[in-house]
């Protein structure tokens, strides 16, 4: 009997909108009686600005076999034929046109801006703000690249596959009154079990000269934690997701995890001797070189360097919330989308695809979202279109700072605050892109905003 109701309530409709499934969930701190408007805008009328752009991109999707520097070949899904994609460099304050042809990956593209805070149509969720874009097709994505940082795009569109497959890279929006520092990306992955930074997958070199000032922006493109150590120097950690972390100190021999999807940015002047980058267990790298022969450091990897105690904190901490949501994170054995295999399911407070809680908040509220995670296994979660401070960790007060894509460990309990000022329809999942395909996924709606756009096996439209 339980497992016949289970079944049932594991099915998916074939057709559905992201609003449609889940349950909604107004928070505590509502005042009883305050409801929702089902009606009003649609996402597909929340653009960006129109007017001649200062950054024209065009990115073609497609198959193509990439050789990296070992000499293997791996057939992967490619931007423009690379993996990663090309290296996007705009300006702060640049209005951005990215055109998005998608010549052959037969089960659509679409591309996410992730970290950036953009109007909701140009969010690039396939099912949710646009139609997944089919061989053949276009979709153009307009926005102002409105705060400099560290950022990066990949399709939304089966991401589980797409991304891992190659369709991925970097996006850095560069400050108006550019400093004069060597810039350097370090984008890690794993391609088709490869591990990979940048382009490469071996350790690369490069000549920078002793003196200048140096800022590494670590990308970490994979569904799990990439842990970087630096050796021959010592760093500040001067922004994370995109946003600066002032007033830290210099640190040596840390290791520095960088969350799925995470973005960290190192800052540092070049010494006289070599500088090494190094991945924990994995033998891809780089070596900045300033040349005179000196022998190139091992990398050690240390204590694990800790946001929530480092530098100034971000921002105040909100003196109210208009909204408290809880996500606590969980596993439970259950059925998946109707299948018939019992398997280990997500869920959050207690609910499993496709009944998670959807989280509904109204324009100009500041809300509490607290997480807990009792799963066993850590889940990166990233909220699209905002970001969140965080400011509290196991109940004490942290240092706040901002993320998009929150590491929550098992057993661990952070409160973050949102700003809800950016109306939309706006994903909500794990970005451990697996556990998403599996279900770790909901929503944040806002009050009188739906989505025409549908999801499920009848409409081709399948985001993780
Ligand atoms: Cu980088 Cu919804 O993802
Ligand atoms: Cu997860």
Not at 88 to 108: H, S, T
Not at 116 to 129: F, I, K, M, Q
Not at 163 to 192: K, M, Q, S, W
């Given at each position: 009997m339980w497992l016949a109701r289970a079944w049932n309530a594991s099915r998916v409709p074939s057709s559905f909108g992201a609003l449609e499934l889940g349950t909604a969930d107004f928070g505590r701190g509502v005042p009883s009686g305050a409801h929702h408007?089902?009606?009003?805008?649609?996402?597909?009328?929340?653009?960006?600005?129109?007017?001649?752009?200062?950054?024209?991109?065009?990115?073609?999707?497609?198959?193509?076999?990439?050789?990296?520097p070992s000499g293997k070949r791996i057939e992967a899904l490619t931007f423009n034929g690379r993996v990663p994609g090309p290296e996007?460099?705009?300006?702060?304050?640049?209005?951005?046109?990215?055109?998005?042809?998608?010549?052959?990956?037969?089960?659509?593209v679409s591309i996410h801006w992730h970290g950036?805070?953009?109007?909701?149509?140009?969010?690039?969720?396939?099912?949710?703000?646009q139609d997944t874009v089919r061989p053949g097709g276009s979709y153009v994505y307009r926005f102002r690249a409105s705060i400099a940082g560290t950022y990066w795009y990949h399709?939304?569109?089966?991401?589980?596959?797409?991304?891992?497959?190659?369709?991925?890279?970097?996006?850095?929006?560069?400050?108006?009154?550019?400093?004069?520092?060597?810039?350097?990306?370090?984008?890690?992955?794993?391609?088709?079990?490869?591990?990979l930074l940048g382009s490469s997958d071996g350790e690369q070199h490069r000549h920078v000269p002793a003196g200048v000032a140096v800022r590494l922006r670590l990308v970490n493109s994979d569904s799990t934690i990439t842990s970087f150590a630096l050796a021959g120097t010592s760093f500040r950690v001067v922004a994370i997701d995109g946003r600066e972390k002032r007033g830290g100190g210099p640190l040596t021999g840390v290791t520095v995890p960088v969350p799925a999807g995470g973005r960290y940015d190192l800052a540092f002047r070049m010494p006289p001797t070599p500088v090494r980058l190094a991945l924990h267990d994995e033998a891809v790298g780089m070596v900045l070189d300033p040349g005179g022969g000196?022998?190139?450091?091992?990398?050690?990897?240390?204590?694990?360097?800790?946001?929530?105690?480092?530098?100034?904190?971000?921002?105040?901490?909100?003196?109210?919330?208009?909204?408290?949501?809880?996500?606590?994170?969980?596993?439970?054995?259950?059925?998946?989308g109707g299948g018939l295999k019992l398997a280990r399911q997500w869920t959050i407070n207690g609910?499993?695809?496709?009944?998670?809680?959807?989280?509904?908040?109204r324009a100009g509220e500041t809300v509490e979202f607290d997480f807990s995670n009792r799963s066993g296994i850590a889940h990166p979660m990233h909220l699209h279109g905002h970001h969140m401070l965080v400011f509290a960790r196991d109940g004490r007060r942290v240092r706040s700072w901002w993320v998009d894509t929150l590491e929550v460990n098992p057993g661990e309990r952070y409160s973050v605050a949102v700003f809800a000022k950016n109306p939309g329809v706006w994903m909500f999942h794990c970005h451990n892109l697996p556990h998403a395909a599996h279900g770790l996924?909901?929503?944040?709606?806002?009050?009188?905003?739906?989505?025409?756009?549908?999801?499920?096996?009848?409409?081709?439209?399948?985001?993780?």
């Open positions: 408007h089902t009606h009003g805008v649609g996402v597909d009328a929340l653009h960006g600005p129109s007017g001649k752009p200062d950054v024209r991109v065009q990115l073609v999707a497609e198959h193509a076999d990439v050789t990296l996007l460099r705009v300006r702060e304050g640049d209005l951005v046109e990215v055109a998005l042809d998608n010549r052959d990956v037969r089960e659509g950036v805070d953009l109007p909701n149509a140009e969010d690039g969720v396939s099912g949710v703000t399709s939304h569109q089966h991401s589980s596959e797409e991304v891992e497959r190659g369709l991925y890279g970097a996006f850095v929006v560069e400050p108006r009154a550019a400093p004069r520092v060597v810039d350097v990306i370090a984008l890690a992955h794993t391609l088709n079990g490869r591990a000196a022998p190139v450091p091992t990398a050690r990897f240390g204590p694990s360097f800790d946001p929530g105690t480092y530098g100034v904190a971000a921002a105040p901490v909100p003196a109210h919330f208009d909204r408290r949501f809880r996500v606590d994170l969980g596993r439970r054995i259950g059925f998946f609910k499993t695809y496709p009944h998670m809680p959807m989280y509904m908040v996924v909901t929503h944040v709606g806002y009050d009188g905003v739906t989505t025409p756009f549908r999801m499920g096996s009848a409409t081709g439209n399948d985001p993780e």
